[in-house]
Nanobody, 123 residues
Framework: QVQLVESGGGLVQAGGSLRLSCAAS????????LGWFRQAPGKEREFAAA????????NYADSVKGRFTISRDNAKNTVTLQMNSLKPEDTAVYYC????????????????WGQGTQVTVSS
């Protein structure tokens, strides 16, 4: 089992930046594909970004492409989401997830989930 803990959420003005991090509990997670999802109030959880266990392949939702960057440090068992040019529409609880299949936008590809961290973007 992989334990995931997100951090770095907060309040930021539109156009600003925020950096989210997710720490995994075990070294075995180094070969898991990792993803970031977000869930706004009253909405279903949606895909934001994903990264292959090697760190060489990434995938982004169209809504965040060009603004968000996902990266990972396998030595530290962490995955990071750098969010730039934030918009009020980005306001949501952000979750990191781990899975053993190819990184992608579907929640069923991921077996483990963190508790989430709140991101609020003000206008």
């Amino acid at each position: 089992q992989v334990q995931l803990v997100e951090s770095g959420g907060g309040l930021v003005q539109a156009g600003g930046s925020l950096r989210l991090s997710c720490a995994a509990s075990t070294r075995t997670s180094s070969r898991y594909n990792l993803g970031w999802f977000r869930q706004a109030p009253g909405k279903e959880r949606e895909f934001a970004a994903a990264i292959h266990w090697s760190g060489l392949l990434t995938n982004y939702a169209d809504s965040v492409k060009g603004r968000f960057t996902i990266s990972r440090d396998n030595a530290k068992n962490t995955v990071t989401l750098q969010m730039n040019s934030l918009k009020p529409e980005d306001t949501a609880v952000y979750y990191c997830a781990a899975g053993s299949r190819t990184p992608g936008p579907s929640t069923y590809l991921y077996d483990y989930w963190g508790q989430g961290t709140q991101v609020t973007v003000s206008s």
